[in-house]
T-cell receptor
Framework: EAQVTQNPRYLITVTGKKLTVTCSQN?????MSWYRQDPGLGLRQIYY???????DKGDVPEGYKVSRKEKRNFPLILESPSPNQTSLYFC???FGRGEKLFFGSGTQLSVL | QQQVKQSPQSLIVQKGGISIINCAYE??????FPWYQQFPGKGPALLIA?????SEKKEGRFTISFNKSAKQFSLHIMDSQPGDSATYFC????????FGAGTRLTVKP
């Protein structure tokens, strides 16, 4: 089944404790992206990747890192999480930039 | 500043009624206008999309109306059903996908 898998689904952590949210897709998509969803703000792009070893900032990249060492994987790293990063995070992939996006099921992150 | 403005924020419709969600954009370079549907606990999923060379696209009970001169587009859900209750996001893209703030639709039985 074609899908985007992200883990974990729920994560509670404390300020400053590094964490990684994993994302993997099995559709051989070139493009992958991370979004955060906040009430009243919709989906805002954090980082995206056009291909392996190619990443770039989205609209809200501060406090986040990503890597794309393999085509299928695109982890999101929070080196020192802060409470304002409490949000619902989605990984997405597509054949190309600006095309139909396939989303994962989301990761609800709470930073205390 | 949001590049795609969506309204209303929430919408309650009776079963069998018509649900209408509106979006407006500024960037005339946008060339792809999708609508995503999101159920609680799930990621958004593409519902229907339109390119600016047509003014309307219909798929079953879902229709996109597109007004290029006004830089507006809307989603119409005919014969709305309780199973349509979800959050709907409009988006616009020419390379980067820009999303509206979302509309929470509730269809009452």
């Amino acid at each position: 089944e074609a899908q985007v898998t992200q883990n974990p689904r729920y994560l509670i952590t404390v300020t400053g404790k590094k964490l990684t949210v994993t994302c993997s897709q099995n559709m051989n998509h070139e493009y992958m992206s991370w979004y955060r969803q906040d009430p009243g703000l919709g989906l805002r792009q954090i980082y995206y990747s056009m291909n392996v070893e190619v990443t770039d900032k989205g609209d809200v990249p501060e406090g986040y890192k990503v890597s794309r060492k393999e085509k299928r994987n695109f982890p999101l790293i929070l080196e020192s999480p802060s409470p304002n990063q409490t949000s619902l995070y989605f990984c997405a992939s597509s054949f190309g930039r600006g095309e139909k996006l396939f989303f994962g099921s989301g990761t609800q992150l709470s930073v205390l | 500043q949001q590049q795609v403005k969506q309204s209303p924020q929430s919408l309650i419709v009776q079963k069998g009624g018509i649900s209408i969600i509106n979006c407006a954009y500024e960037n005339t370079a946008f060339d792809y206008f999708p609508w995503y549907q999101q159920f609680p606990g799930k990621g958004p999923a593409l519902l229907i999309a339109i390119r600016p060379d047509v003014s309307e696209k219909k798929e079953g009970r879902f229709t996109i109306s597109f007004n290029k001169s006004a830089k507006q587009f809307s989603l119409h859900i005919m014969d709305s059903q309780p199973g349509d209750s979800a959050t709907y996001f409009c988006a616009a893209s020419n390379n980067d996908m820009r999303f509206g703030a979302g509309t929470r639709l509730t269809v009452k039985p």
